[in-house]
């Protein structure tokens, strides 16, 4: 299994700034994913972070709106960028331990609220 | 591309009576996951169950059952004797090895147990 710590938690932000979320685990893993829940709905996969490379991005999603950074196989981060009440979201930082097995795991999420 | 469909929104019952939520996939791929998560009020997401796509036994945890029907693509889960600590959104999902297990969320069905 995998412990995923994200921070922060929730925040609430205002209209134009940005906020990155953190996203530490405990083991190296093979993938790291970020998804999307808005209010009331499923989650919505963002990207796939890729460790030494640029992320690659779900349709829908763009680098400017949504940067991505994992430096080494544990750390992952998400950047929310010129927030609008729009990405009022749960945003959630998930891994994969193996690519062969399909377990993946989910971090608590980070409830994001823009005003 | 793949698909998950949890036709039910919403379902209502009251303490102890069983309920059963449906879920249907879609899918080119031959090798492939599937997965209940529970999603409580406070937002995480608890993982429930992985069934892979070469394994159509049915599986019991305790008050939990699912039913994998390839033939169907369906992947039914019932909570035999719910509790109000079983109320929360339950959403089924779907990845395939192929596409580098990402998770292709089925747009959850709200559960509410009443006293």
């Known amino acids: 299994s995998a412990v995923i710590s994200q921070k922060p938690s929730r925040d609430i932000c205002q209209r134009g700034t940005s906020l990155t979320i953190q996203c530490q685990v405990d083991s190296q893993v093979t993938m790291m994913f970020w998804y999307r829940q808005q209010p009331g709905q499923s989650l919505t996969l963002i990207a796939t972070a890729n460790q030494g490379s640029e992320a690659t991005y779900e349709s829908g999603f763009v680098i400017d709106k949504f940067p991505i950074s994992r430096p080494n196989l544990t750390f992952s981060t998400l950047t929310v960028s010129n927030m609008s009440p729009e990405d009022s979201s749960i945003y959630l930082c998930s891994v994969a331990v193996s690519a062969n097995t399909g377990e993946l795991f989910f971090g608590e999420g980070s409830r994001l609220t823009v005003l | 591309a793949q698909k998950v469909t949890q036709a039910q929104t919403e379902i209502s019952v009251v303490e102890k009576e069983d309920v059963t939520l449906d879920c249907v996939y879609e899918?080119?791929?031959?090798?492939?996951?599937l997965f209940w998560y529970k999603q409580p009020p406070s937002g995480e997401l608890v993982f429930l169950i992985r069934?892979?796509?070469?394994?159509?036994q049915n599986e019991i945890s305790g008050r939990y059952s699912w039913n994998f029907q390839k033939s169907t693509s369906s992947f039914n889960f019932t909570i035999t004797a719910s509790q109000v600590v079983d109320s929360a959104v339950y959403f089924c999902a779907l990845s395939v090895q192929a596409a580098g297990n990402k998770l292709t969320f089925g747009g959850g069905t709200r559960v509410l147990v009443k006293p």
């Open positions: 899918t080119r791929d031959t090798t492939y996951y």
């Open positions: 069934r892979n796509s070469f394994d159509e």
